[in-house]
T-cell receptor
Framework: AQSVTQPDIHITVSEGASLELRCNYS??????LFWYVQSPGQGLQLLLK??????LVQGIKGFEAEFKRSQSSFNLRKPSVHWSDAAEYFC????????????FGKGTLLTVNP | DVKVTQSSRYLVKRTGEKVFLECVQD?????MFWYRQDPGLGLRLIYF???????EKGDIPEGYSVSREKKERFSLILESASTNQTSMYLC????????????FGPGTRLTVL
């Protein structure tokens, strides 16, 4: 069974500081990996995804993530956080073939201090 | 842009009522999903559909049913609403015959009194 762990429930950073949100997954084959962001009261918006190829993927809003197979990780990074980045972030894993399902982590809430 | 819309942003119902949540997507996607989102639990899949009239149970289908009569529309039905079904409900759609990017609607916050 596939699963995702986001070890940090809540992270607080200062505006302008760097950010790393952790994501560890469990999946038996090559995973499809996603990061989504949810602003308060809104649906989820895709930040970036990894299907294959280059293990460092770029997304929207200046975010990037690195797939590390040996560590079963897909951590999200941003070099300089803006106040508008305050939101909840979800990592998700899915598989190939006819497996349509995405399994989501429980989310990491990001607070940005001025 | 992919657009997924949900019929209501906020809904208040009474225990025992039959509740319909509607979701419409405009991108001709094959797959549609219903999730519920609760604090500390993340998103949990209730049901999904990979074609018209086709459905599969997700991780927490108990107390729910679904209907997909047209490709663009996927309905979630609470046959007899209970207070433990108070939650945020999110609809999503995706294209193709395997896992792909899911596009989400804005959500319906349902309160059952």
């Amino acid at each position: 069974a596939q699963s995702v762990t986001q070890p940090d429930i809540h992270i607080t950073v200062s505006e302008g500081a760097s950010l790393e949100l952790r994501c560890n997954y469990s999946y038996g084959a090559t995973p499809y990996l996603f990061w989504y962001v949810q602003s308060p009261g809104q649906g989820l918006q895709l930040l970036l995804k990894y299907f294959s190829g280059d293990t460092l993927v770029q997304g929207i809003k200046g975010f990037e993530a690195e797939f590390k197979r040996s560590q079963s990780s897909f951590n999200l990074r941003k070099p300089s956080v803006h106040w508008s980045d305050a939101a909840e972030y979800f990592c998700a894993v899915g598989g190939g073939g006819s497996n349509y399902k995405l399994t989501f982590g429980k989310g990491t809430l990001l607070t940005v201090n001025p | 842009d992919v657009k997924v819309t949900q019929s209501s942003r906020y809904l208040v119902k009474r225990t025992g009522e039959k509740v319909f949540l509607e979701c419409v997507q405009d991108m001709d996607h094959e797959n549609m999903f219903w999730y519920r989102q609760d604090p500390g639990l993340g998103l949990r899949l209730i049901y999904f559909s990979y074609d018209v009239k086709m459905k599969e149970k997700g991780d927490i289908p108990e107390g729910y049913s679904v209907s997909r009569e047209k490709k663009e529309r996927f309905s979630l039905i609470l046959e007899s609403a209970s207070t433990n079904q108070t939650s945020m409900y999110l609809c999503a759609s995706s294209k193709g015959v395997s896992v792909g990017t899911q596009y989400f609607g804005p959500g319906t916050r349902l309160t059952v009194l």
